[in-house]
Protein backbone atom coordinates (compact mmCIF):
# COMPACT_ATOMS: atom_id res chain seq x y z
CA UNK A 1 0.00 0.00 0.00
CA UNK A 2 3.32 2.82 1.15
CA UNK A 3 4.37 2.16 -2.82
CA UNK A 4 1.32 2.68 -4.31
CA UNK A 5 0.58 5.95 -2.62
CA UNK A 6 4.34 7.11 -3.65
CA UNK A 7 3.73 6.05 -7.12
CA UNK A 8 0.21 7.97 -7.29
CA UNK A 9 1.56 10.97 -5.79
CA UNK A 10 5.03 10.72 -8.19
CA UNK A 11 2.41 11.02 -11.37
CA UNK A 12 0.50 13.75 -9.95
CA UNK A 13 4.08 15.93 -9.72
CA UNK A 14 4.85 14.22 -13.23
CA UNK A 15 1.54 15.86 -14.54
CA UNK A 16 2.05 19.26 -13.14
CA UNK A 17 5.36 19.05 -14.51
CA UNK A 18 4.36 18.03 -17.86
CA UNK A 19 1.44 20.88 -17.65
CA UNK A 20 3.75 23.63 -16.95
CA UNK A 21 5.90 22.92 -19.49
CA UNK A 22 3.61 22.74 -22.29
CA UNK A 23 2.30 25.98 -20.86
CA UNK A 24 5.95 27.34 -20.78
CA UNK A 25 6.08 25.98 -24.54
CA UNK A 26 2.26 27.95 -25.37
CA UNK A 27 3.66 31.18 -23.92
CA UNK A 28 6.68 30.95 -25.81
CA UNK A 29 4.95 30.11 -29.08
CA UNK A 30 2.69 33.00 -28.68
CA UNK A 31 5.26 35.40 -28.06
CA UNK A 32 7.39 34.43 -30.72
CA UNK A 33 4.19 34.47 -32.95
CA UNK A 34 3.43 37.88 -31.99
CA UNK A 35 7.19 39.11 -32.23
CA UNK A 36 7.06 37.82 -35.39
CA UNK A 37 3.32 39.78 -36.32
CA UNK A 38 4.61 42.80 -35.59
CA UNK A 39 7.83 42.78 -37.49
CA UNK A 40 5.90 41.64 -40.17
CA UNK A 41 3.42 44.48 -39.75
CA UNK A 42 5.89 46.55 -39.21
CA UNK A 43 7.94 46.14 -42.56
CA UNK A 44 4.25 46.39 -43.99
CA UNK A 45 3.43 49.62 -42.90
CA UNK A 46 7.07 51.14 -43.02
CA UNK A 47 6.34 52.56 -46.62
CA UNK A 48 3.03 53.46 -46.10
CA UNK A 49 4.44 55.82 -42.69
CA UNK A 50 7.37 56.84 -45.08
CA UNK A 51 4.99 57.49 -47.53
CA UNK A 52 2.08 60.03 -45.10
CA UNK A 53 5.50 61.62 -43.73
CA UNK A 54 6.45 62.64 -47.39
CA UNK A 55 3.10 63.82 -48.16
CA UNK A 56 2.89 65.94 -44.98
CA UNK A 57 6.12 67.34 -45.99
CA UNK A 58 4.97 68.20 -48.86
CA UNK A 59 1.63 70.08 -47.88
CA UNK A 60 3.65 71.59 -45.22
CA UNK A 61 5.89 72.84 -47.79
CA UNK A 62 3.08 74.18 -50.42
CA UNK A 63 1.61 75.91 -46.63
CA UNK A 64 4.61 77.54 -46.47
CA UNK A 65 4.64 79.05 -50.09
CA UNK A 66 1.10 79.87 -50.09
CA UNK A 67 1.85 81.59 -47.20
CA UNK A 68 4.80 83.79 -48.29
CA UNK A 69 2.75 84.70 -51.15
CA UNK A 70 0.26 85.80 -49.00
CA UNK A 71 2.57 87.77 -47.39
CA UNK A 72 4.39 89.24 -49.62
CA UNK A 73 1.03 90.42 -51.48
CA UNK A 74 0.17 91.94 -47.89
CA UNK A 75 3.15 93.42 -47.96
CA UNK A 76 2.94 94.60 -51.76
CA UNK A 77 -0.99 96.10 -50.78
CA UNK A 78 -0.03 97.73 -47.75
CA UNK A 79 2.31 100.08 -50.17
CA UNK A 80 -0.53 100.79 -52.55
CA UNK A 81 -3.21 103.36 -52.72
CA UNK A 82 -7.03 102.34 -52.19
CA UNK A 83 -7.15 102.74 -56.08
CA UNK A 84 -3.96 100.90 -56.93
CA UNK A 85 -5.76 98.29 -54.69
CA UNK A 86 -8.47 97.89 -56.58
CA UNK A 87 -7.05 98.37 -60.15
CA UNK A 88 -4.75 95.51 -59.26
CA UNK A 89 -8.21 93.48 -58.26
CA UNK A 90 -9.86 94.73 -61.81
CA UNK A 91 -6.73 93.18 -63.63
CA UNK A 92 -6.84 90.09 -61.48
CA UNK A 93 -10.61 89.39 -62.87
CA UNK A 94 -9.84 90.72 -66.56
CA UNK A 95 -10.92 93.98 -66.16
CA UNK A 96 -7.49 96.36 -66.43
CA UNK A 97 -7.59 99.45 -67.84
CA UNK A 98 -6.60 97.67 -71.54
CA UNK A 99 -9.20 95.46 -71.13
CA UNK A 100 -12.24 95.89 -73.54
CA UNK A 101 -14.72 95.09 -71.08
CA UNK A 102 -12.99 98.20 -69.11
CA UNK A 103 -15.70 100.89 -70.33
CA UNK A 104 -18.55 98.60 -69.57
CA UNK A 105 -17.56 98.44 -66.75
CA UNK A 106 -17.27 101.72 -65.82
CA UNK A 107 -20.69 102.42 -67.27
CA UNK A 108 -21.99 99.93 -64.67
CA UNK A 109 -20.23 101.90 -61.92
CA UNK A 110 -22.04 104.91 -63.11
CA UNK A 111 -25.18 103.53 -63.17
CA UNK A 112 -24.90 102.35 -59.58
CA UNK A 113 -23.90 106.22 -58.68
CA UNK A 114 -27.01 107.22 -59.91
CA UNK A 115 -28.95 104.74 -57.01
CA UNK A 116 -31.09 107.13 -54.90
CA UNK A 117 -29.67 106.95 -51.23
CA UNK A 118 -26.39 105.76 -49.49
CA UNK A 119 -27.34 102.22 -48.40
CA UNK A 120 -27.39 99.05 -50.61
CA UNK A 121 -29.54 95.53 -50.17
CA UNK A 122 -27.66 93.20 -52.41
CA UNK A 123 -29.96 90.13 -53.77
CA UNK A 124 -27.73 87.17 -55.15
CA UNK A 125 -28.99 84.30 -56.84
CA UNK A 126 -27.76 81.39 -55.34
CA UNK A 127 -28.46 79.10 -58.00
CA UNK A 128 -26.16 76.43 -59.66
CA UNK A 129 -26.10 78.10 -62.55
CA UNK A 130 -24.48 81.03 -60.90
CA UNK A 131 -21.58 79.40 -59.23
CA UNK A 132 -18.73 80.69 -61.75
CA UNK A 133 -20.24 83.61 -62.46
CA UNK A 134 -20.92 84.93 -58.77
CA UNK A 135 -17.05 83.66 -57.97
CA UNK A 136 -15.85 85.92 -60.48
CA UNK A 137 -18.27 88.38 -59.39
CA UNK A 138 -17.10 88.83 -55.63
CA UNK A 139 -13.88 91.11 -56.51
CA UNK A 140 -15.50 93.12 -58.36
CA UNK A 141 -18.40 93.62 -56.28
CA UNK A 142 -16.18 94.72 -53.64
CA UNK A 143 -14.68 97.60 -56.07
CA UNK A 144 -18.15 98.42 -57.92
CA UNK A 145 -19.54 99.49 -53.88
CA UNK A 146 -16.36 101.57 -53.11
CA UNK A 147 -16.36 103.87 -56.26
CA UNK A 148 -20.14 103.76 -56.09
CA UNK A 149 -19.77 105.82 -52.79
CA UNK A 150 -22.45 103.44 -51.05
CA UNK A 151 -23.02 101.65 -48.26
CA UNK A 152 -23.65 98.10 -48.06
CA UNK A 153 -25.66 97.29 -45.12
CA UNK A 154 -27.48 93.69 -45.90
CA UNK A 155 -26.71 90.64 -48.62
CA UNK A 156 -29.12 88.22 -49.07
CA UNK A 157 -28.59 85.12 -51.17
CA UNK A 158 -31.84 83.00 -52.43
CA UNK A 159 -32.62 79.57 -54.27
CA UNK A 160 -35.09 77.10 -54.03
CA UNK A 161 -37.26 78.68 -51.72
CA UNK A 162 -34.70 78.76 -49.08
CA UNK A 163 -32.77 82.17 -48.46
CA UNK A 164 -30.39 84.10 -45.84
CA UNK A 165 -29.10 87.05 -45.01
CA UNK A 166 -25.89 88.78 -43.78
CA UNK A 167 -25.33 91.96 -41.95
CA UNK A 168 -21.83 93.56 -41.17
CA UNK A 169 -19.04 94.67 -42.67
CA UNK A 170 -18.39 93.84 -46.08
CA UNK A 171 -15.63 92.26 -46.09
CA UNK A 172 -17.55 89.59 -43.87
CA UNK A 173 -20.97 89.50 -45.53
CA UNK A 174 -18.90 88.89 -48.94
CA UNK A 175 -17.16 85.65 -46.28
CA UNK A 176 -20.74 84.44 -45.41
CA UNK A 177 -21.94 84.65 -48.88
CA UNK A 178 -19.40 82.53 -50.36
CA UNK A 179 -19.22 79.93 -47.76
CA UNK A 180 -22.97 80.10 -46.88
CA UNK A 181 -24.45 80.17 -50.10
CA UNK A 182 -25.42 76.92 -51.68
CA UNK A 183 -25.06 77.34 -55.70
CA UNK A 184 -26.06 74.38 -56.60
CA UNK A 185 -30.23 74.45 -56.54
CA UNK A 186 -32.17 74.87 -60.06
CA UNK A 187 -35.15 77.21 -58.65
CA UNK A 188 -34.89 81.25 -58.75
CA UNK A 189 -37.48 82.53 -56.18
CA UNK A 190 -37.02 85.65 -56.10
CA UNK A 191 -40.24 86.83 -55.16
CA UNK A 192 -39.59 84.80 -51.93
CA UNK A 193 -36.48 86.23 -51.35
CA UNK A 194 -37.54 89.92 -50.81
CA UNK A 195 -39.99 88.93 -48.63
CA UNK A 196 -37.36 87.18 -46.53
CA UNK A 197 -35.18 90.42 -47.10
CA UNK A 198 -37.58 92.76 -46.02
CA UNK A 199 -38.31 91.01 -42.58
CA UNK A 200 -34.52 90.17 -41.77
CA UNK A 201 -32.85 93.05 -42.50
CA UNK A 202 -33.50 97.46 -42.22
CA UNK A 203 -35.44 98.47 -45.37
CA UNK A 204 -32.16 100.17 -47.50
CA UNK A 205 -32.52 103.12 -49.75
CA UNK A 206 -31.94 100.55 -52.79
CA UNK A 207 -32.46 96.95 -53.62
CA UNK A 208 -29.63 95.61 -55.96
CA UNK A 209 -30.76 92.16 -57.48
CA UNK A 210 -28.21 90.31 -59.36
CA UNK A 211 -29.43 87.42 -61.13
CA UNK A 212 -29.17 85.36 -64.56
CA UNK A 213 -32.57 83.71 -64.97
CA UNK A 214 -36.32 85.23 -64.30
CA UNK A 215 -37.87 84.07 -60.90
CA UNK A 216 -39.81 80.56 -60.71
CA UNK A 217 -42.18 82.18 -58.23
CA UNK A 218 -45.04 85.43 -58.01
CA UNK A 219 -42.91 88.75 -57.31
CA UNK A 220 -45.66 90.97 -55.23
CA UNK A 221 -43.93 94.24 -56.58
CA UNK A 222 -45.88 96.58 -54.25
CA UNK A 223 -44.71 95.11 -51.53
CA UNK A 224 -40.70 95.44 -52.10
CA UNK A 225 -40.32 98.63 -49.83
CA UNK A 226 -37.70 100.47 -51.38
CA UNK A 227 -36.47 100.26 -55.42
CA UNK A 228 -34.66 97.68 -57.11
CA UNK A 229 -32.13 97.92 -59.74
CA UNK A 230 -31.77 94.55 -61.37
CA UNK A 231 -28.60 93.57 -63.17
CA UNK A 232 -28.99 90.42 -65.80
CA UNK A 233 -25.60 88.89 -66.15
CA UNK A 234 -24.35 86.56 -68.71
CA UNK A 235 -25.26 85.86 -72.28
CA UNK A 236 -28.62 87.90 -73.25
CA UNK A 237 -31.64 85.82 -72.45
CA UNK A 238 -34.79 87.71 -73.32
CA UNK A 239 -36.96 86.41 -70.38
CA UNK A 240 -34.43 87.20 -67.81
CA UNK A 241 -34.12 90.77 -69.27
CA UNK A 242 -38.15 91.10 -69.61
CA UNK A 243 -38.79 89.67 -66.09
CA UNK A 244 -35.56 91.87 -64.39
CA UNK A 245 -36.38 95.08 -66.41
CA UNK A 246 -40.22 94.81 -65.65
CA UNK A 247 -39.16 94.43 -61.68
CA UNK A 248 -37.19 97.66 -61.61
CA UNK A 249 -39.73 99.42 -63.64
CA UNK A 250 -42.58 98.08 -60.90
CA UNK A 251 -40.51 99.69 -58.40
CA UNK A 252 -39.57 102.74 -59.57
CA UNK A 253 -35.92 101.48 -59.52
CA UNK A 254 -33.60 100.55 -63.03
CA UNK A 255 -31.96 97.59 -65.03
CA UNK A 256 -28.01 98.10 -65.11
CA UNK A 257 -27.04 95.62 -68.07
CA UNK A 258 -23.20 93.78 -67.92
CA UNK A 259 -22.45 91.24 -69.87
CA UNK A 260 -19.86 88.83 -68.04
CA UNK A 261 -18.64 85.90 -70.77
Known sequence: MPRKHRSSSTNIHESFSDIALLMLATFIFLLVTIMITSKLAEENQL???KASVAELEKRVKQTEAINQRLLN????????????????????VGLGKSSNRRKDFDLFVKGLKDLPGNSLHLMVDATG???GATTFLIPVLRVVVIRSGKRMEA?????DGTAATYQGTMGSMFDNLMSGAPFVASEETIGRAFRYAASHAPVPDAYVLIGDEPSDDRIYYSDIPSPVFTIPIG?????TLFAYEKLARETKGKMLQLVFQ
Open 155 to 159: ITWFS
Open 129 to 131: SMH
Open 73 to 92: DIDTMANMSVESQMEASLEA
Open 235 to 239: KSNAD
Open 47 to 49: PRL
